[in-house]
């Protein structure tokens, strides 16, 4: 029986492309496995922001194609943190990065680990100067040499794949009439998406209210329509349905993160429009170019 041959691996990471350290790992790759192709999911999470990594890569794994996802956000680079990959949908995929929690949802999402290994093999590693560059160093010949044939049990020491970290999952919660929902990613449009779903809020009618605390420490509401797309919306705020079936604070054609002072992380609470009281604020939104999700 032949090992598994890959030829895609899908690239995740911190790494940014000011600095060459994503073209060196897919310089590695390249000449380790020439026939793979590299996939950039993208390079701009923010420095060290594990569960920004990790969400976005459950967002990605759904759309990558059978082979290899490489994700690196790995703050405890050189500590004693494991490097692992993880073997998922019978074999059709390995996630390979830093045991952190940054593979636990790609992996969930892909049906669960199968089996896992420490990346501990000096065989398939890149003799290193220093610790700091496991991209280079461990990740990216890992990840070359399955897609050469190498059988996932030859990289390393096989464990038990329920003791990997867990990721940190934001959950929304109900309180009363009240959701209280988290926002989990700004996109680049400064559209805010929020950690629930129209049918988690459906109860509440198609206009909202949403409240939030402003970057002062004011606490202010808005209205805000539930709107199938951004041109829907009309003037004010809305919560879109996005590309991933979540709502996102949106305005038309400008950012809703800049216009209400939001980020990743800022706490904001779902309601029915009638049960909210205290002064509903207008502010004024800047335009920008147009919005897709």
Not at 64 to 81: E, M, S
Not at 274 to 292: A, E, Y
């Amino acid at each position: 029986m032949t090992n598994q041959r890959y030829d895609t691996i899908s690239f995740l990471s911190d790494y940014g492309v000011r600095d060459e350290f994503v073209g060196i790992v897919k310089c590695v790759i390249a000449d380790l496995a020439p026939h793979a192709k590299v996939i950039d999911l993208t390079h701009d999470i923010p420095p060290f922001d594990v569960r920004a990594g990790s969400l976005a890569l459950a967002r990605c794994i759904s759309y990558v194609p059978t082979g290899i996802v490489l994700a690196v956000v790995d703050p405890g680079v050189g500590t004693t943190r494991r490097a692992v990959a993880v073997s998922v949908g019978g074999g059709r995929g390995v996630l390979i990065g830093p045991d952190n929690g940054l593979l636990s949802m790609g992996t969930a999402l892909a049906g669960g680990a199968e089996s896992a290994v420490v990346l501990n093999n000096p065989e398939y590693q890149l003799a290193t100067p220093g610790t700091t560059f496991a991209g280079r160093d461990i990740f990216a010949p890992a990840a070359a040499h399955l897609c050469n044939g190498v059988p996932l049990a030859a990289l390393g020491d096989a464990i038990d794949p329920n003791v990997l970290l867990p990721g940190v999952v934001p959950l929304s919660r109900v309180e009363g009439e009240e959701t209280i929902a988290e926002i989990t990613w700004v996109d680049r449009y400064g559209n805010c998406q929020l950690n629930v779903g129209p049918d988690d809020v459906s109860s509440y009618g198609s206009t909202l209210s949403i409240t939030f605390t402003t970057a002062t420490g004011e606490r202010s509401s808005r209205s805000a329509v539930v709107a199938p797309n951004f041109s829907a919306i009309g003037g004010g705020i809305g919560l879109v349905i996005d590309s991933f079936g979540m709502l996102a604070i949106s305005v038309d054609r400008g950012s809703a993160a800049d216009a209400l002072s939001l980020g990743v992380g800022d706490a904001v609470t779902l309601s029915a429009l009638d049960d909210v009281g205290g002064v509903t604020t207008n502010v004024r939104l800047r335009r920008s170019q147009s919005t897709p999700e």
